[in-house]
C-alpha cells in the first residue's frame, strides 16, 4: 500500500504538469523552441546533480563504450526529446486531456513495433485491447460524433505522434539500464540534458527570452520540478514497497487528474462519450498489461 501511495502520488504529479503545459502553451506568449530548451536544460542539470550525488563517478561511466554513447543519443533525440516535443504541440494545438488520452497509448504502440520490427504475434489479450481502445478513441475525439472532432486535425496527429515517441522514450533506455546496469536517474538525467543541448543549438534559453513573471517563473518551476523530477524520484522509492507491475496499475491516475484538473482550472467542457471513450482507453491498456503479466509469469514459472 505504501509503494501504491507512492506512485500515485507520482502519477499525479504528471496529471497536474500536464495541466501546466497547457497553461503555458495556450496562455503565455512564449516560443515553443525557448520553452522546450529551458525546460530539458533545467530538468537535465538538476537530474545529473541529484545522480552525481547519490552514484558519484558512475554517472560518467554511460559514456564508456560507443554502443552506450549510441544508445543514450537514440533515447534523448528519438524518445524524451521528440516526446516532448510532439506532446507540447499537441497540447498547445488542442487540450492537455486529449493530448494525455492519445499518449497513453504508447504500450499499444510497443505491440506494434515489437510486430513490425521482431515479428512477435500479438496475444490474444492485444488485440482485444486494440479493439476497445479505438472504440474509445473514437469517442474521445469525435464526442460520438463521426461528422466532427473534439479537436484539431493537426492536434490529433502530433498526439498520436507523442504515444509513438512515449512508446520510444519506454524502449530505448532499457538496454541502458538492463544491460549495462545504469541507475534510471542517471539514463534520464543524460538523456534530459543532451535533448537540451540539441534544443539549446536551436535556440538558446537566452536568446529572445520572453519576460520573466512571476507566474512563468512558477508554472516552468512545476514542469520542471512537480512534471519530472519529483514523480520520476516517487516512482524510484515506490519500488522499495510494490513491484513494477503492481505500481503500473495506478499509471491511469495520470489522465483523470488532468482531466480533472483541466474542467476545473482550464474551462474544459467535456461530454458522455468523451468520458466513456477515455475511461475505455485506460480499461485498453489495463487488459494489455494484465494479459502480458500472465504470460510471463507463466513463462517464469516454467522456466
Not at 108 to 120: A, C, M, P, R, W
Request: glycine share 8%.
Amino acid at each position: 500500500m505504501k509503494g501504491i501511495f507512492w506512485a500515485t502520488v507520482a502519477s499525479a504529479m504528471f496529471g497536474v504538469s500536464g495541466t501546466v503545459l497547457q497553461f503555458i502553451s495556450q496562455g503565455q506568449s512564449i516560443p515553443t523552441s525557448w520553452f522546450l530548451s529551458a525546460r530539458t536544460m533545467g530538468a537535465g542539470v538538476i537530474l545529473l546533480l541529484i545522480s552525481v550525488i547519490l552514484y558519484g563517478k558512475k554517472t560518467f561511466t554511460i559514456f564508456k563504450s560507443w554502443r552506450e554513447i549510441a544508445w543514450i543519443v537514440a533515447y534523448a533525440l528519438i524518445g524524451l526529446g521528440a516526446n516532448l516535443l510532439t506532446f507540447y504541440i499537441a497540447v498547445q494545438s488542442g487540450n492537455a486531456a486529449a493530448a494525455t488520452i492519445l499518449q497513453y497509448l504508447s504500450p499499444l504502440f510497443i505491440v506494434l513495433g515489437s510486430l513490425l520490427f521482431k515479428h512477435e504475434r500479438p496475444l490474444r489479450s492485444d488485440l482485444i485491447a486494440f479493439g476497445v481502445a479505438l472504440i474509445g478513441v473514437f469517442l474521445a475525439i469525435t464526442r460520438g460524433d463521426i461528422t466532427q472532432l473534439a479537436i484539431p486535425v493537426d492536434s490529433l496527429l502530433w498526439g498520436i505522434g507523442s504515444g509513438i515517441t512515449a512508446a520510444c522514450y519506454v524502449v530505448l533506455p532499457r538496454p541502458l539500464v538492463r544491460d549495462y546496469g545504469h541507475a534510471p536517474i542517471t539514463v534520464l538525467g543524460w538523456g534530459t540534458f543532451i535533448a537540451g543541448i540539441v534544443f539549446n543549438l536551436y535556440h538558446p534559453v537566452f536568446l529572445n527570452m520572453p519576460p520573466m513573471t512571476g507566474t512563468l517563473i512558477g508554472s516552468m518551476a512545476t514542469v520542471i520540478i512537480v512534471g519530472t523530477i519529483l514523480p520520476f524520484s516517487l516512482i524510484l522509492y515506490s519500488t522499495h514497497f510494490a513491484p513494477s507491475d503492481v505500481i503500473s496499475i495506478v499509471d491511469a491516475t495520470q489522465p483523470v487528474v488532468t482531466f480533472i484538473l483541466s474542467i476545473i482550472f482550464l474551462s474544459l467542457k467535456i461530454t458522455i462519450a468523451e468520458v466513456i471513450g477515455s475511461v475505455l482507453v485506460i480499461v485498453a491498456i489495463y487488459l494489455l498489461q494484465q494479459g502480458r503479466r500472465k504470460i510471463e509469469t507463466q513463462f517464469e514459472r516454467e522456466n
